[in-house]
């Protein structure tokens, strides 16, 4: 098992020097403010830190807000269908598993009409970072309860409150059987959200990290307990996840714990209270659907002398 | 490559066996029922039958009769499973009209095809002796009544000892009837003997010797039966076949159809009548370096193929029509995005999940106008198996060529049909190239569209200096995301132009009889073999008849206005619904038409009239000449 990483560092002949610039495209339109351009920021240097090559890095996404994702980031983009994200992330990396995928998909792409493929493509463990920009809310269709919206939040389709308890990606994820990278992040700790992105990469397997962040729109309150009050968050540290140093003297709400121990991650991701930051489970040994369905490829004339010998089994 | 062997269709060692009193029946064309409860083996047996009739030299077409149950109730007019083999002494393009003999492992999977008028009125039938006797009084009640509604139409009913024949050999009888029936069978037609015991082997391959050996053992024991106690056999004379031959199913056409063009990836998701040709890929697609991806939903299917075909060689998903309708935002993006990519639809009964193991021609509509938006692409349907396998490689290729979804429509008729045909001599050039990850030329633009044909020049990714963003919005031709009512006309209109220069590409459809005449009847798909006999038959009988049958259906073949007009009626056959003319309420303006009869009176402006059944099972050409017969213009010739 070979992680994207290793697979798309550039070869040593090749002397390019990848810059922030390198990987920067078109002006955002996302509001001020928002969440996303946190994101985007943090996965340029990402990308340039790990010297990828923009033409073998290919952003997948959905629809929304954050899916405008690869319109901003010189790479490869496929910006397509609501929801269906995975699954062309799927095909890609099937068909071609030395291109480095990345996957970009708000709440309602991932956990509300695309549900289902966030499960499988879980299990399948296709060796790309998914990212869940979660806002909590439809924000390009202009304020709708999500899934994850917090029960009682006011919407436009809930006026009166969001009625159920929120979804919860990060128990729904880790309950799925073969996950094998399940992180949490926030888009206002930069140094924590580029550590994390940074582990999630390096993994090699399905990589799924969700990143809390506001809409300055709609749900910019949302998080404020979070931001103004350090102590709710806690900090999830272990060698095998990310400790970030620089957070230490303002982030007294620390504890350590093994990404290799899912029960664990399991208790810690139902909790309630805090807002957890960290890798909640990571094994590498997991399988990948990927490596288990590599085939040799085949010249066309190898083609053609096994096609023949297959219409001799049909022949009379 | 095996030779044909025994081409030449007669084994003297046979014909000692036989009592020398045996009838021999010559007949140009004959056809046969094998029926049984499903999991009796009534399709093995007609499987090997229809095979070794091929490798012999008849022409041969094959239908399944499948219930959708994996076992219904045992003895039941809905469980009957089995399959129709008609053979010829030349090719055999269909199904035919009703069998003329039928082995029947019980009374009711019999009575059946009797309802369903599928046996000439003359036909033999060999059943199974143990019902009339039978412990359970409701079953000797249910053979006596179903002996009752069978008496007086002419069959010659022939009970014959199967299980107790077959407990000779084994002790479980219902493991072993099929293989006497089909023993019955090689001595009514005088079978190679070896070529049946080659065919069992291949049939059981994997299995261990001793299913083999019993299943040879009851086989025999069915010939000698039949030998002993029948006074007829069936002379369908055989012709030694000039080249090589291949013989399989639709869908085996399909899937290796796709392995000829070079793709490496399918994405499916179970769906009769489509899955058997994901079965056949999941055996053999590795060894070609290809993958056959199961995913979780059909729409997940048409996006692995899509983010497939758009990291390089055109990927293809198969399904039939429940999955049409999931897959269609996918199909939208294909066209919006000119990401090439193949569908294969194998119809079936519709709407909903309709008749899951029957024919039907109704997606045609569904599959040209289904997606929201204008999404101008590209619908072909193969219309016998040997078809199947060559439309896969001109679908690759236009997909590819023009940017753009190719729809491939097949059929439940096409998908378990089994067909002999010339071997297709493999050419690399079918297969796609490996993708080209060479720099992007400075200056070239994603959708850099020919103003003149609409065609422009797919980047992948991989090749340095082409980043650029797919996507489903409106965009120009750098790719970027574009609302302005120029860009957005633009857009569309070179989306639809190369449509068009494709259809200039293509050539009128060959008219089947006179270029001109008193009617013309259009088909499309699985209908030919059928559409042409009826026709044939007509035109023996000195009626004005002609066909033509169209394998583009978007966009449609050229001249088509111009074929029409040296008719003086023209009519479609369908496997599809429409109303009937004269029926309560429906008139000339409100009547629903044959969705084929539909789209050619839209864009010939031809008053093109059409005959439709919803049979759920294949037009039988019986039924369309008569229709030919109703339907022919009055007043004599033109």
Redesign the interface.
């Known amino acids: 098992m070979t992680a994207i990483a290793s697979l798309l560092a550039l070869a040593p002949d090749d002397m390019r020097e990848l810059t922030l610039a390198d990987f920067q495209k ?1 002006v955002p339109r996302w509001c001020p403010g928002c969440g996303d351009h946190s994101v985007l920021t943090s996965m340029q240097r990402l990308l340039s830190d790990e010297g990828l ?4 890095t ?3 996404s959905g ?1 929304g807000c954050s899916s405008r994702f ?2 901003y980031v ?8 609501h929801g ?1 994200a ?11 598993p ?2 480095a995928v990345f996957v970009v998909m708000g709440d309602g792409d991932c956990v509300s009409i695309g549900a ?2 966030w ?2 493509a879980t299990r399948y463990n296709m060796n790309m970072v998914a990212l869940l920009l979660d806002n909590n809310v439809y924000g390009l269709t202009k304020n709708q309860t999500s899934p994850t919206t917090p029960q009682g939040h006011r919407t436009l389709t809930q006026p009166r409150g969001s009625y159920l308890p929120a979804m919860n990606p990060i128990a729904q994820t880790l309950a799925v059987s073969n996950a094998s990278f399940v992180a949490q992040t926030a888009e206002w700790l930069p140094p924590h959200l580029f550590a994390t992105l940074k582990a999630a990469y390096q993994h090699p397997g399905f990589s799924f990290v969700r990143i809390l962040q506001r809409c300055p729109k709609f749900t910019d309150g949302l998080f404020s307990e979070f931001i103004e009050r350090p102590d709710e968050v806690q900090l999830l540290e272990h060698d095998n996840g990310v400790v970030v140093p620089a957070l230490s003297r303002t982030f007294k709400n620390r504890i350590e714990h093994d990404p290799g121990d899912l029960d664990a991650a399991r208790r810690l991701a139902e909790a309630d209270g805090v807002a957890r930051l960290g890798v909640f489970y990571r094994d590498p040994s997991r399988p990948t659907y990927g490596d288990i ?1 590599a ?4 010249s ?2 190898e ?2 002398a ?3 010998e ?3 089994r ?3 | ?2 030779t ?1 062997t025994a081409a030449a269709g007669v084994a003297p060692a046979e014909a000692a066996v036989s009592a020398p009193s045996a009838a021999s029946i010559l007949t140009a064309q004959h056809t046969v029922e094998v029926v049984s409860d499903s999991g009796e083996g009534a399709q093995k047996c007609g499987q090997i039958f229809g ?1 070794v009739c ?2 012999m030299g008849n022409g041969v077409w094959t239908v399944e009769i499948i219930p959708a149950e994996i076992q219904p109730p045992p003895r039941t007019i809905d469980g009957t499973s089995g399959n129709r083999i008609r053979i010829g002494s030349g090719p055999v393009t269909n199904w035919g009209d009703q069998a003329n003999v039928v082995v029947a492992f019980n009374e009711q999977a019999l009575l059946s095809r009797h309802r369903l008028d599928a046996l000439q009125h003359d036909a033999v039938i060999l059943i199974e002796n143990i019902w009339a006797t039978h412990p359970d009084a409701d079953v000797r009640e249910a053979w006596a009544e179903a002996m009752r509604e069978l008496a007086g139409i002419g069959y010659r009913i022939i009970e014959v000892p199967m299980e107790q024949q077959c407990l000779t050999v084994v002790d479980n009888p219902a493991l072993g009837k099929n293989m006497f029936a089909l023993g019955l069978l090689t001595w009514l037609y005088n079978l190679d003997r070896e070529l049946v015991h080659e065919q069992i082997a291949a049939t059981f391959r994997g299995k261990s010797p001793k299913i083999y050996e019993a299943n040879v053992a009851l086989l025999d024991l069915g010939a000698r039966w039949a030998g002993e106690n029948l006074d007829f056999r069936i002379n369908v004379p055989r012709q030694a ?1 000039p080249e ?5 199913n639709g869908n ?1 056409a399909i899937a ?1 159809g796709a ?2 063009a ?1 793709m ?2 399918a ?1 499916m998701y179970p769906i009769t009548p489509a899955t058997s040709a994901s079965h056949y890929l999941a055996e ?1 697609f ?6 056959l ?1 199961q ?3 059909e ?15 055109v ?1 293809f998903t198969i399904t039939s029509g429940p999955g049409l309708a999931l897959k269609t ?2 199909l939208g ?1 294909s066209v919006m ?1 000119e990401t090439p990519l193949v569908l294969v639809d194998v119809q079936r009964g519709g709407p909903a999940t309709g008749l899951p193991t029957k024919v039907e021609q109704s997606d045609l509509l569904a599959a040209i106008f289904g997606q929201p938006g204008d999404a101008p692409h590209v619908v072909l349907a193969p219309a016998t198996i040997e078809e199947c396998f060559h439309v896969m490689v001109t679908a690759r290729q236009i997909a590819e060529s023009f940017r753009t979804l190719v729809v491939v429509l097949s059929d439940a008729n096409l998908a378990t049909g089994v067909q ?1 045909f010339p ?2 001599e ?3 050039a079918w ?1 796609a190239q490996r993708p080209d990850l060479s720099p992007v030329p400075e200056g070239t633009r994603p959708y850099g569209w020919d103003p003149e044909t609409g065609l422009s020049r797919r980047i992948l ?13 409106s965009h120009d031709e750098a790719g ?2 574009a609302y302005t009512a120029d860009v957005h006309q633009r857009s569309a209109t070179m989306r639809s132009r190369k449509i068009a220069v494709l259809q200039q590409m293509l050539e009128a459809p060959p008219v089947n009889g006179d270029d001109e005449g008193d009617l013309l009847i259009v088909g499309w798909g699985s209908t030919k073999g059928a559409i042409e006999e009826a026709v044939a038959r007509a035109r023996a009988e000195g009626h004005s008849v002609s066909s033509v049958h169209l394998t583009f259906l978007s966009p449609l073949q050229p001249g088509l206005k111009e074929i029409f007009r040296r008719f003086r009626k023209v009519m479609t056959v369908e496997i599809n619904y429409s109303d009937e003319p004269g029926d309560p309420y429906i008139t000339d303006e409100n009547r629903r038409r044959g969705q084929l009869a539909w789209l050619l009176r839209a864009s010939t402006l031809v008053d093109v009239d059409c005959w439709t059944r919803i049979p759920g099972e294949p037009l039988r050409p019986g039924a369309i000449h008569e229709a030919i017969l109703a339907h022919l213009p009055r007043g004599g010739a033109a």
Do not use: C, W
């Open positions: 078109s090559a923009p033409e073998k290919v952003f997948v629809i690869p319109h010189k790479t490869y983009g496929f910006h397509g269908l269906r995975l699954p062309v992330a799927t095909g890609i990396k099937l068909h071609r030395d291109l289902g493929h499960m499988h369905r085939v040799p490829a085949r066309a004339q083609r053609v096994l096609l023949n297959e219409l001799d049909h022949a009379i | 490559m095996p044909s095979t091929a490798k076949r090589a031959t291949v013989v399989m085996q290796l392995v000829a070079g490496e990836l994405a053999m590795e060894r070609f370096g290809g993958i991806h995913a979780e939903d729409i997940a299917a048409a996006g692995v193929a899509l983010g497939a075909s758009y990291a390089g060689k990927a935002e996918f993006l995005s002999p071997r297709p493999i050419d690399a297969m990714p991989g090749q340095p200096g082409g980043m650029f963003t797919v996507t489903g919005l970027q995301i």
